[in-house]
């Protein structure tokens, strides 16, 4: 085999051989490890601060699930919307510098507005709790996408632009063939931050006036004060971030399986 | 077509202006030259000559300060669409999209020229194979070596079939070997395919070996020397890039040597 060749195909075999899925076995043991930490703390702290984990699981089973499903149904939606719109945006942004320049200012003090003041203003705002829902996850999670896919356009390598450009692309061939690709990496990590922040805004959200939803949930686990159940709640908001940070992850790594 | 390729450089000046200061720095200084179509060139000189400032405004990517540079007649900066399908480039780096697999890195040109998927296969695969490449089409950039990716982006050049290539210290970073073999590839490349070749280079050795056209670039982008090596009997090439190298350090053009370009002039 020649030396090229044989380059090639240990490169292949080790892409390969990334792919399958790998058991993150020191994940499961840190866990494992706080979760006897937990237990043992629970027999010498009273259990209503520190809930054994058969109180946790005794009141993990009578929660409503459909709340699960509802809470996810309203962050996937609002963060499908927050992506259209900052794509959109930053598309907007990226091809006209007076747009950015003019809407650059206004995007950082959208970022700078804290969540409960956005809560609020939603609550004053918006009679309909899942607009006002919507509204408070949006308005949150759409700048991220916006500055980070923005940033990513900005940053494409002038190589690979001028490559590009001596082979005459139109504008639209250089954006769909060269900016585009470039930047779903950017993209990506941008769905991952914004899921993490959107599962923990929706439930603060969710606090005010909903009667659905996990923050409503914890709500009700407030006022009958079963610390148990705020317990088994975060339990299930921990592992909905988890499983769904995993499948994004598996997602990129099929995505961007083109990189080094 | 005739003339398509032909490259007419008149009173040819860029000047750049430094950002914070304005101070104006001359990148070329009024270059005067003409390039036959299906001939090809080989331009040599030190970092800072400004051989890929010259190279860019050839590609169209930036517009002359003064004079005017006109390939088959049409400038390629006021005139970028119309080189669309006629112009190629092979960079120094490789500049392969990452995202994309070797064939489709060598199709990318026919899909902006809306070309059919069949054809871009056809073609870009005709090319891959035609370079050593065809069991390697399905392969990532980062999954071939340096000297694979280049001949990808040679085939990504070659694919359209131009009438001017263009190459950008092509091969200078691949090792010895490598790139004597690319560069082979590329001259016979070009004249079987009868394109006008232009290559820009630092290393005397890979102009002289071109066996073509010699310009020799001096401090301030400016023409030292017009050398046909074709002209120069085998014997006398050993006393030609001394005298090339002692040109450059010098920064001087020499009297003696455009003599035999003239000639064949």
Known sequence: MKKDEAIASETVEALEARMPFRFPREMVVGLLVLAAAWQVLSLFVPPFIVPGWERIFKSLVTLRMDFVLVTLARVVAALVVSFALGLGLAVLMYS?????????????????VPVVCWILFAVLWFRWVEFRIAFVLVVVCAPVFLVDILDAMRGVSRDLRDMLRSFRPTRAQLFTKLVLPATLPAMLTSWKINLSLAIRVVTIAELVGAVTGIGYGLVVAQELFSVAEVFAWTLILVVLLFVAEAVLTRVEERVLRWRV | ?????????TGLRKVFHQTGTGEAVVALERLDFRVEQGEMIAIVGQTGCGKSTFLNLLIGLDRPTEGRIAVGGRAPYDDFDHFRGILAAVFQQDRLLPWRTAIDNVRLPLELLGRQPDEQLGRARAWLERLGLGRFERAYPHELSGGMRQRVALARAFVIEPTLLLADEAFGHLDEVTAAALRQTFVELARTEGTTAVLVTHQLEEAIDMGGRVLVFGRPGRLLADIDVRAWPATAVAALRADIQRMLQDNTGDPRLPRPAKERA
Not at chain 1, 96 to 112: C, D, F, N, Q
């Open chain 1, 96 to 112: 006209s510098t007076p747009i950015e320049r003019y809407g650059r200012p206004l995007v950082r003090l959208l970022m700078a």
């Open chain 2, 1 to 9: 077509m005739k003339g398509a390729g032909a490259i007419e450089v």
